[in-house]
């Protein structure tokens, strides 16, 4: 009773609720793994930042479905960008080498896969940090008409620094998603970290074309210690639509200056906002439906659960929408019961942090629940929901922790954790398979040492 009591103490705040509450009958959806293959025995394998550029979560597409074939991209043991291709649900996977080769051991340099369908073009964005985007689009029609077009690096065109003219200047963290009028868009950030914006670009089947910044770096804010902070950049859990054509936000913001820490050497991450826009992301508004505006700003009335920078947050966690149109976010932090000053960013993130789920309700408010499996691990989780809106976390390591709707989300089981893969840290997901099949492939590679290569696989599973 008396650590009931301290963890609820330590872990209410002033805006999404914590909910604990008696297991539910309701049973904790199962997976079941149906196969596991190899891609490339020997890709590249540094760390950098604690991750992989090959298996970052926030890279969102590094495979992805269409059509019923299956992409997925990673660097060679040579460094050189690869693009694979498989029927699903489980042909032989063939292989594209574009080029283009890493040009730094960075681990923001991320490829990440876009797919239009107005004009079935496969689109590859890659090897950028606050640098030029490395571009190449496929020929029309790849991907839409998959069974009959060879694959071959013919079929894709040259290496741009631009989007077909469009130039984006230094970028980082480029995300494609697609509007409900079939529109291909493109999310990054400019500047830098403590220092950036979220802008958007778009691409209607013929044209690429910039719409410009959407959050601000600017404005003041005040730290609990009293240190205030001028500039910042918003990261993103993710852009995600609904089936409504509704776009939403989910994010944390980071601090230019880090006196706001009681710790200098961490990372300035705080609080957890969100915004939505009904008009493809050219004005926003909170999570009661009052408007934004064109920008977002750093702003208490955007907070749907406050979290001050001393906790560890990480940022570029994970969001989705189940099917009834509630926005679901996936954070990580050490909570107060552990300390409230967090004086190893990765030390005691491993050992102290914990999940947390939060859902947005139908009227805007919020609910959060703590998630009784610790990630173990300075990385990201990713959340996703099967068809019946059954949720599951697919964690670092590729542990994945699942919740029953009926139970309303809230008998988190580990159902899946196989250490005999020897998975390193993160996982991407293909969320568009899950979609149309109701199968979560999970795309990873192996634990290596120092710089040696290794395996990258994807692991294919029926949810529920």
């Known amino acids: 009773m008396k650590s009931a009591i301290l963890l609820a103490v330590c872990l209410v705040l002033t805006g999404a609720p914590v909910v604990h509450s008696e297991q539910s009958a309701a049973a904790a959806p199962p997976v079941a793994l149906l196969g596991d293959t190899q891609l490339d025995p020997s890709a590249l394998y540094f760390v950098s930042y604690d991750g992989l550029v090959n298996n970052e979560s926030f890279q969102q597409n590094a495979i992805v479905s269409y ?39 960075d681990s923001h340099n991320v490829i990440s896969l876009g797919i239009s369908p107005s004009d079935g073009r496969l689109h590859v964005a890659m090897d950028t940090h606050n640098t030029p985007v490395f571009y190449v689009k496929s020929e029309a029609g790849l991907v839409s008409s998959p069974a009959t077009r060879s694959w071959s690096a013919a079929r894709f065109g040259a290496v741009q620094s631009t989007l077909d003219g469009v130039d984006l200047g230094g970028i980082t963290y480029p995300q494609f998603l697609v509007t409900p009028e079939r529109k291909l868009q493109l999310s990054y950030r400019t500047g830098g970290s403590g220092n950036g914006t979220n802008e958007l670009a778009e691409y209607d089947g013929t044209s690429w074309r910039k719409l410009g910044k959407w959050s601000l770096a600017t404005g003041s804010w005040t730290a609990p210690n009293g240190v205030t902070s001028t500039t910042r950049n918003m990261y993103l859990h993710g852009l995600t639509y609904d089936r409504a054509g509704r776009l939403h936000a989910a994010f944390t913001w980071r601090e230019g200056n880090t006196g706001v820490l009681c710790d200098q050497g961490g990372l300035t991450n705080h609080d957890t906002g969100y915004v939505y826009s009904d008009d493809r992301g050219r004005t ?3 999570t009661t439906g009052s408007v934004v505006g064109a920008e977002v700003g750093v702003s208490p009335r955007l907070i749907v659960d406050p979290l001050d920078p001393n906790h560890g947050l990480m940022n570029q966690e994970s969001q989705a929408v189940d099917g009834a149109g509630l926005m679901h976010v996936a954070i990580s932090y050490v909570p107060g019961r552990f300390t409230q000053c967090v004086t190893s960013y990765a030390a005691d993130r491993t050992r102290w942090a914990r999940a947390f789920h939060l859902v947005r309700a139908a009227d805007g408010s919020w609910t959060k629940r703590e998630v009784p499996v610790a990630p173990n691990s300075t990385g990201r989780t990713r959340i996703v929901f099967d068809r019946k809106d059954n949720a599951y976390l697919v964690m670092p390591f590729g542990r994945i922790v699942s919740a029953s709707k009926a139970s309303g989300w809230t008998d988190w089981t580990l159902v899946f954790d196989q250490p005999g893969m020897n998975v390193f840290g993160e996982v991407t997901v293909d969320t568009s398979r899950l979609a149309t099949e109701g199968v979560l492939s999970m795309f990873y590679q192996q634990r290596s040492t120092a710089t040696t290569p290794s395996p990258i696989r994807v692991a294919d599973f029926r949810l529920g």
């Open 67 to 105: 059509a019923g074939y299956q992409y997925a991209t990673w660097y060679s043991a040579d460094r050189s960008v690869v693009v694979g291709r498989r029927e699903l649900p489980s042909g032989p996977w063939r292989k594209v080498v574009l080029p283009h080769k890493l040009s730094t051991d």
């Open 284 to 286: 926003w508004r909170d």
